[in-house]
Nanobody, 114 residues
């Protein structure tokens, strides 16, 4: 089990960029997958990007080419670089370790609006 804390959300104009960070504490992190999910009111939480312990990466089709996930196991950090943001990216973003049955952060809100 690990503890996660997100930061870096905020208000940005369409076409802008944000970098989300997730600080992870716990000895098991290096062998766990790390993921970013997002959720909007009335919708299920959706997987945005994931990176396995071995470094394999996957993205939701809606963010491919715009978002980049990375991890630094030595520092216990997970990042989500978000470029060319669209209003549809507005959501609460959650850092996750170990998949849907794993551990979650408290979320950070991203608002894309002019």
């Amino acid at each position: 089990q690990v503890q996660l804390a997100e930061s870096g959300g905020g208000l940005v104009q369409p076409g802008g960029s944000l970098r989300l960070s997730c600080a992870v504490s716990g000895n098991m992190f290096s062998i766990m997958s790390a993921n970013w999910y997002r959720q909007t009111p009335g919708k299920q939480r959706e997987l945005v990007a994931g990176i396995t312990s071995g470094g394999s990466i996957s993205y939701a089709d809606s963010v491919k080419g715009r978002f980049t996930i990375s991890r630094d196991n030595t520092r216990g950090m997970v990042y989500l670089q978000m470029n060319n943001l669209e209003p549809e990216d507005t959501a609460v973003y959650y850092c996750n370790a170990g998949g849907r049955q794993g551990d979650w952060g408290q979320g950070t809100r991203v608002t894309v609006s002019s």
